[in-house]
């Protein structure tokens, strides 16, 4: 039975860091009132700036808030 329980546990470890991996390499869309949307991650939010990161890239931008529809919702 020790040996058989061996396998479950690999697979079932697997599976959590492929699913975890999975769920972190989903972008954040941020639409602007232009109709622009930006794709990559947001990295911070205050009243006056979001602090955003594009895909493939290292560099922090900030966007105004006045700048981004409030409206808009990307569901991940």
Known sequence: MKNSAKPIIILIITFFFTLTNFAQSESDVVAMLNGDEKKGNVTA????????????????????????????????
Request: hydrophobic share 25%; with cysteine; glycine share 4%.
């Open 45 to 76: 939010i205050s009243d006056e700036e979001i602090t955003f990161i594009y895909n493939g890239e290292t560099l922090e931008y900030k966007l105004k808030s006045k700048d981004v529809n409030k409206n808009y919702v990307c569901q991940r």
